[in-house]
């Protein structure tokens, strides 16, 4: 769905956000709580862009800085948590006291939102799912519509497509035209791709496109889906990268400990996000040297060829 | 008796891998269930192959994950693959057992992870909780569920505030499959005191078999409903020193099984770093 197909789609991360990101807009990120675009949403906040609409399956560290730093309005989506770390600080404190707004929450499960973005691939206006029936998820969420199927007769739950503004999804690998190769798992992200109007691909490394047709099975996202593609090394620090580097647990570990204090939290996002021109930035307080360390242990684990 | 020492989670761990059986296909989440996988597979179950809702099947356990799309849920996999394709295989049915944790449950093994209304409700609750995640997928699709939840007050309820994932609904004859349910429902719930299981008439859950050293008496001060317990109340052998290293190794810094006291008492970095490489086994 992308406006026209250029030679080159390459832009900066603050070019592509401030084209295709709108206050009001709904959007949906890639990875599935790793693979995550953390950067992408560090420059949302940056640009204080507001209201926003989340259409996602599980994608904790982003969406806690986004409605931490007040920029959701609703969500739809199936888990905000940390995981083995604990509950989400700043969801918590927004649907629970309202601060600093209440967000709109719209629950359902992966496998239902997953079926969302399908249908939204697929170009129809549902799909349908043997999930999330006889529970408080339909009771609450009148968009889950159960019906008879209508050649076996047997209960069967309606989910309508998902058709949000942009998706920015993170990458080991593209090329300026937007082919965008994936290693490790996929989640949702070559159907979030499709059904977005919008689609923004970060990456770790832009390569050249006899590198995207060596190996043109891992390319997940053809450039026709695409509009935008930056580079961003480390675009998804604290989460980790498939074969460039892994969870940083501990440094997760002590936002989490940050967010759950308000003005704690406050400070965190003005050091490492407001107060930093750009990704570069950040990963400068991060360290390079821990980048590195984190870089040199995945590696002992999986290692993309080439 | 064996003299060593443990922890509940670690039992709790433990009694959650004697579950799974060599050669199944699990759908394990994150925290205390895949550290129950991940022994089973080094401990009696090895080829037990794990399924993580991020797309990866069949990983090899090098390192413990904490979230399910961490890249370490990738190492060394048999299939990296789509989101709505593990969901779509576990709703054909290729998907054996599947472990969940909960907030609370109710007699007949529904779970709530969405919210605590306290006095207030879904909208304004008192303790908004993750959600479904995949959590509702499992608990409808999968043959047998497996539910992890500590034994502790208001988490054994009458009836959950919140409805997330099926267990037996009401209870009635039939109900899933009603429903519109595949899976045949829950089997078992480990806790740190005991472990319960489901009767196959009534679908009520009942106490089966007992840790050592808690007093059924303590159990069923802990369940908000009339709790049954069975005729031949069974109680669990304690942990062998095997079983407790097979633990141990499958969450070397303790950050699972230790939570945030764990994280702290880590010097940095390359300590944990050196403690995964070191146990990885490669």
Known sequence: MTESNYASKQMTLQEAIKKYVQSGCSITFGGFIGRDCVAAAHEIIRQGIRDLTVIDDSKTDVMDLLVGAGCVKRWEGAYLGYGAIGLAPNIRRSVEKGVPLKIELEDWSNAGISMRFLAGSLNVPFMATRSMLGTDIIKYNERVKVINDPYEGEPVALVPAARPDVAIIHVQRADVMGNAQVWGFTGNDENKARAARHTIITCEEIVSTDEIRRQGNLTLIPFYCVDAVVQVPFGCHPQSCYGYYAYDVLFCGDYHEAAKDRDKFLKWLDHYVLSSEDHLAYCAKVGWDRLQKLMGMERRFNRIPG | ?282
């Not at chain 2, 794990?50 to 990866?56: A, F, L």
């Not at chain 2, 109900?175 to 045949?184: D, E, I, P, V, Y």
């Not at chain 2, 001060?221 to 190794?249: F, N, Q």
Request: aromatic share 8%; charged share 20%; net charge negative.
């Open chain 2, 1 to 282: 008796m064996s003299e060593t020492r443990y922890t509940k989670s670690e039992l709790m761990a433990i009694m959650t891998a004697k579950e799974f059986r060599d050669w199944e296909v699990a759908f394990v989440g994150i925290g205390i269930p895949l550290v129950a996988g991940i022994t089973a597979k080094r401990f009696h179950a090895p080829n037990l192959n794990i399924v993580y809702e991020s797309g990866c099947i069949g990983p090899q356990k090098y390192r413990v994950d904490f979230n399910v799309g961490d890249s370490s849920a990738a190492d060394g996999a048999l299939c990296l693959t789509s989101e709505w394709r593990v969901f779509s295989d576990m709703q054909c049915g290729y998907y054996d057992v599947g472990v969940l944790g909960a907030a609370q449950i109710d007699k007949y093994g529904n779970l709530n992870t969405t919210a605590i209304f306290g006095e207030q409700d879904y909208y304004s609750p008192k303790v908004r909780l993750p959600g479904s995640g995949g959590g509702n997928d499992i608990g409808s699709n999968i043959g047998r569920v497996v539910v992890m939840v500590r034994l502790e007050p208001l988490r054994f309820v009458e009836k959950v505030d919140y409805l997330t994932t099926p267990g037996f609904l009401d209870g009635s004859p039939g109900a899933r499959k009603k429903a519109g349910l595949l899976g045949s429902g829950p089997v078992a719930v480990v806790t740190d005191k005991a472990l319960f299981r489901f009767d196959p008439q009534t679908h009520e859950m009942y106490l089966d078999t007992i840790y050592p050293g808690v007093a059924v008496e303590e159990v069923k001060s802990l369940v908000g409903w009339d709790l049954k317990v069975a005729a031949g109340l069974k109680t669990a052998p304690e942990p062998t020193a095997e079983e407790l290293a097979a633990v141990r190794a499958a969450d070397p810094a303790n950050l699972i099984m230790g939570g945030a006291a764990a994280r702290k008492s880590l010097a940095g970095l390359d300590e944990y770093i050196e403690i995964t490489i070191k146990n990885s086994g490669k």
